[in-house]
């Protein structure tokens, strides 16, 4: 079974970093893109950034020049570098992926449990 898994979360003051991870796991082929998702408080999940397999970025305006994403296919996971955070910035980050489980199947998407980002003021 599938699975995707974050982790790094925490509190942080205004102005900190934090690193998140997100490693997929399970019996798969194919991981293509791969993304970072978050929801505050009383909000609508919204993109953080997205990367492709082949290292092709895309990020929320919000995030540019603080957060890049990165990730390493053979190890299948995903990471977030948060920099310059804010207090905006406090929600469940989600780690999410399109995955082909086999050959025959399309991919399609996997999201993980979430991890929570709470930046004080």
């Known amino acids: 079974q599938v699975q995707l898994v974050e982790s790094g979360g925490g509190e942080v003051q205004a102005g900190g970093s934090l690193r998140l991870s997100c490693e997929a796991s399970?019996?798969?082929?194919?991981?293509?893109?791969m993304g970072w998702f978050r929801q505050p408080p009383g909000g609508k999940r919204e993109m953080v950034a997205t990367?492709?397999?082949?290292?092709?970025?895309r990020y929320a305006d919000s995030v540019k020049d603080r957060f890049t994403v990165s990730r390493d296919n053979a190890r299948n996971t995903m990471w977030l570098q948060m920099n310059s955070l804010q207090p905006e910035d406090t929600a469940v980050y989600y780690c999410?992926?399109?995955?082909?489980?086999?050959?025959?199947?399309?991919?399609?998407?996997?999201w993980g449990k979430g991890t929570q980002v709470t930046v004080s003021s």
């Open positions: 399970g019996s798969m082929i194919g991981i293509n893109t």
């Open positions: 990367i492709s397999t082949a290292g092709a970025t």
């Open positions: 999410s992926a399109y995955i082909t489980i086999t050959y025959s199947d399309d991919a399609v998407p996997y």
